[in-house]
Nanobody, 127 residues
Framework: QVRLVESGGGSVRAGGSLRLSCAASGYSVRFNCMGWFRQAPGKEREGVATISDGGTTTHYADSVKGRFTISQDNAKNTVYLQMNSLKPEDTAMYYC????????????????????WGQGTQVTVSS
């Protein structure tokens, strides 16, 4: 049974920082694929960042490059999203997601085909 639990969301002013955490159980973040997604009211869900290959490979959406950093602690089986220089347009519900690693092709570099999802944590950035 796979379970992903997000935490660390909150309300901050523009220019501030937050660190989100995703604790996984029944699923290894070291040997599989992980990602962060977000969805604002009235908008479609969009990918934010992915991490794979034991934490050595990362991918970011253009909108967050240079501001957000995805990382993981394999011993804690936890994935993080460090968010700096936050903007009001970053306001959204943030979701942690996972995908089993394909034994032949590994993990995707994009944001498609994620199978497991957390309940989400709210991030609000005021101007």
């Amino acid at each position: 049974q796979v379970r992903l639990v997000e935490s660390g969301g909150g309300s901050v002013r523009a220019g501030g920082s937050l660190r989100l955490s995703c604790a996984a159980s029944g699923y290894s973040v070291r040997f599989n694929c992980m990602g962060w997604f977000r969805q604002a009211p009235g908008k479609e869900r969009e990918g934010v960042a992915t991490i794979s290959d034991g934490g050595t490979t990362t991918h970011y959406a253009d909108s967050v490059k240079g501001r957000f950093t995805i990382s993981q602690d394999n011993a804690k089986n936890t994935v993080y999203l460090q968010m700096n220089s936050l903007k009001p347009e970053d306001t959204a519900m943030y979701y942690c997601a996972g995908r089993p690693r394909d034994p032949w092709v590994g993990c995707p570099r994009g944001f498609d085909d994620f199978d497991y999802w957390g309940q989400g944590t709210q991030v609000t950035v005021s101007s």
